[in-house]
């Protein structure tokens, strides 16, 4: 007999429907062929419950005006004697091993990968869900304790569907939300113990995303310290490959980002699917193509290292993972990521309010400054327009060097004669605002908190700690640490003027374990780990929400959507190389908005300081440099800088970007350009990374109007859209020709009335 099967829908209240009724069509069950439909604004996301109760996905792509023969689509491949039979389905032909999944469990006869697997109190780990109910809400319920996307009712509509396990009892609530005004579904998953007994979670993925072939590219953002988020594109073949985390945190060497392309999709056409997790900890994207060709891409935790001990009556709850799809291409899907992260995901008041320009004194001074120094910057860096200094590392406790004092968050008056509040005053009587560095999360052994609570740094019972650094990871599943550390953070930035916080994180976990946690909830460490930091940064920016938070993990170690909920820029790489950069900035723009790259003009001096200014418009902007040094040359070059910088901020902050040259694949040049979304104006720029011979450089731009006039503000030459998007803009001429290695061009384009 087919498993029972009771259909339960909860129906919005009528008003609503009159009220929201475009948006109430974005979700529609079908009640006869038991088939959902999930449409964005330009795609389409189908599955349906079989008889047997499991959800069938059925297709995810462009959008369809009719799913007349859609499920049809329910089956990948043929079915052969190896393909286990399901007890639940009276069709011979059914097996769960071929047919694609909304939520594949493990054990019953799905051989794949699997996005659930629970250990049961008899020992074994067959999961098995079957649909229950389902309810359609407005809006977009936030996660509990997670970073998530928000949108309220109008431009949120969310499904959950409620499944369940008969022998363990646990049940699932998947969530799919979409949005009104983007190609964008986001999906998680609430785990819930309605059983007698407890049960381990030993893979707890997010979501499930079922692709009909194996014809795509698969591309990812990898990298190390000092060259993150560097872009690479390789087809997919036969078998599991995958990208993942077990670092404690996201980490330099993989993104929570993967892109599946069409062969063939380019910068500006082709299909693409998106994929981002909002997570800040071990995590893991794997994709498996089957025997038959189908290809499967499961996101969220690593099941490495992870077991999660549900006692009855607890819940877990998965992070977000977001679905974006385009078939313009990746500049299609990056705008959409882009500009939904700035609407849905930054929570921030920052997201959408103009920055200070900042000046970090790290590179200026290390850890060898004092007030007067820092008075001495701040003088300087007005004169130059700058509206903020910020204090780097140094400030508190006995800190003179790598090795001593994290930890110990209290001002260092011999360093800072007077107090904190006095240099405030000094320099916010100069008109310049202030900010601090911070490292929350860190402690040396050589500190008085270590001294006092040397069981609050993380390592396994028996076990040496690992150092690195010179520095140890504050155990931050426990709740006594997390009061110490905020209420240090809490008695100094409540008593002064401070703007500003830079976030730091520099070293990953070793030894994961935790003096607090019982032998049967270790797996839950790391977990626990990502939850106690988002509940400090989470109380950090409730208790002070005028305040910019930048985070940072040795540079681009964390830049994740996790962080992005909380702090609304991460610095993008302690690389300062403006070359260098141009494919960490690159790549991180395949998903991450332009104003969450924390970019500077440093002191390297490989390229002029001009070039270095346009790459670091590709970004947040600010200066991390001794403007005391500057010529007065350098001097002019900076105020015109920063004239530039709030000129042009509303393109490079909220404008479309689009890439025209990429600079893992051009060994010569990289293009890119800011499109402002009524099209109005353009800002272009090219950094020439090894000038090629005396050959013809023609550059076609992208985004523009192609009935309008757009003049170059700097020659005064005004062209036709059409013309710069398909003839093209000639960079061989005279002028541009002496263009050396590490030079640029910068052109803003205005339409004409």
């Known amino acids: ?69 859609l499920e049809k689509n329910a089956f990948r491949g043929v079915y052969d004697s190896l393909s286990p039979q399901n007890p639940y389905v009276d069709d011979p032909y059914f097996s769960l091993d071929i047919a694609p999944l909304e939520f594949p469990c493990n054990g019953a006869g799905d051989f794949r990968i699997s996005a659930l697997s629970v250990r049961g109190e008899k020992g ?85 995303l079922e692709l009909p072939g194996m014809g795509l590219d698969c ?10 988020n560097t872009a690479v594109r390789h087809p997919l073949q036969h078998g599991l490959q995958g990208i993942q985390s077990k670092r404690g945190m996201t980490g330099p060497n993989h993104n929570p980002f993967m892109a599946l392309a069409a062969q063939g999709a380019g910068e500006e056409s082709g299909e693409v699917y998106g994929l981002n997790l909002i997570y800040s900890g071990n995590f893991a994207i794997d994709m498996e193509v089957d025997d038959r060709g189908a290809t499967r891409v499961l996101a969220g935790i690593n099941p490495a290292d992870f077991r999660w001990r ?75 327009g700058i509206e903020m200094l910020v204090m780097d590392d ?3 406790g006995d800190r003179h060097d790598d090795f001593r004092a994290l930890g110990d968050w209290q001002v260092n008056e011999e360093k800072l004669k007077g107090g904190l509040q006095s240099l405030i005053k000094r320099v916010n009587d100069l008109g310049v605002s202030f900010g601090i560095w911070y490292e929350p ?127 609304p820029q991460i610095w993008a790489s302690d690389n300062t190389d403006a070359i260098e ?38 970004g947040t902007f600010g200066y991390e440099l001794d403007p005391r040094l500057l010529t007065e040359e350098e001097k002019e070059a900076v105020r015109a800088q920063v004239a530039d910088y709030h000129k042009y901020y509303n393109l490079t902050h909220y404008g479309d970007l689009y890439r025209l040259n990429t600079p893992t694949e051009n060994p010569h040049f990289c293009d890119w350009m800011f499109v402002s979304p009524d099209k109005s104006e353009a800002l272009y720029t090219r950094v020439i990374m090894r000038r090629p011979g005396k050959v013809y450089q023609v550059q076609r731009l992208q985004g523009l109007d192609p009935d309008r006039l757009y003049k170059d503000e700097e020659t005064g030459e005004v062209y036709a859209g059409g013309v710069l998007m398909q003839a093209g803009l000639d960079l061989s001429a005279r002028q541009w020709a002496d263009l050396g290695d590490g030079t640029c061009v910068v052109k803003h384009f205005t339409a004409q009335p």
Not at 219 to 226: F, N, P, V
Not at 319 to 347: D, Q, W
Not at 587 to 612: E, F, K, Q, W
């Open 1 to 69: 007999m087919p498993y029972a099967i009771i259909h339960k829908v909860q129906k919005l209240h009528s008003k609503t429907c009159l009220m929201k009724g475009a948006l109430f069509m974005q979700i529609k069950f079908h009640e006869e062929s038991r088939l959902f439909q999930l449409d964005s604004k330009n795609s389409t996301y189908a599955f349906q419950i079989n008889e047997g109760g499991y959800l069938v996905h059925l297709y995810y792509g462009k959008k369809l005006s009719s799913l007349q023969g």
């Open 124 to 208: 074994d780990t067959v999961t098995d869900m079957h649909y229950v109910s389902h309810r359609i809400l407005p809006g977009k319920p936030g996660l509990s304790g997670l970073p998530a996307a928000f949108g309220e009712e109008g431009k949120a509509q969310t499904l959950e569907i409620e499944l369940t396990d008969k022998v363990t009892g646990v049940r699932a609530f998947l969530l799919y939300t979409v949005f009104a005004d983007f190609d964008v579904i986001t999906r998680s998953a609430r785990l819930e113990n309605r059983g007698q007994a407890p049960v381990d979670l030993e893979r707890a993925y997010s979501a499930c």
């Open 219 to 228: 591309i990812h953002l990898h990298g190390r310290w000092a060259k993150e």
């Open 310 to 384: 549900l006692e009855p009556g607890e819940i877990f709850t998965t992070p977000e993972a977001v679905l974006a799809y385009s078939n313009e291409g990746l500049g299609g899907m990056s705008r959409t990521f882009h500009k939904f992260y700035i609407e849905h995901l930054m929570r921030s008041a920052w997201a959408k309010k103009k920055r200070p320009l900042l000046i970090n004194s790290w590179e200026a001074a290390f850890f060898d400054f004092d007030d007067e120094k820092l008075v001495e910057f701040a003088k300087a860096a007005k004169d130059l």
């Open 394 to 396: 140094g400030w508190f």
């Open 441 to 567: 999360e860190m402690i040396n052994p050589d500190s008085d908190l270590y001294r006092a609570h040397p069981d609050w740094a993380v390592c396994a019972q028996g076990r040496e700690k690992s150092l690195s650094r010179h520095q140890c990871v504050l155990d931050m599943t426990r709740k006594d640490v997390r009061d110490n550390i905020f209420q240090q953070m809490y008695d100094v930035i409540s008593q002064n003027n401070i703007e500003y916080i830079k976030w730091d994180c520099n070293r990953h976990i070793s030894e994961a374990a935790s003096l607090s946690l019982p032998p049967e909830r270790q797996g839950e460490f790391f977990h626990r780990y990502v939850l106690g930091v988002y509940d400090l940064m989470d109380r950090i920016t409730t208790a002070f929400p005028h305040i910019l938070l930048e985070n940072c993990s040795s540079g681009g170690g964390r830049f994740d959507p996790g962080m992005l909920y909380y702090s």
């Open 581 to 618: 950069r141009l494919s960490i900035q690159f790549g991180a723009s395949l998903c991450y908005p332009a104003s969450s790259m924390g970019a500077h003009v440093s002191a390297n001096l490989r390229t002029d300081i001009n070039t270095r200014a346009a790459v670091a418009m590709w």
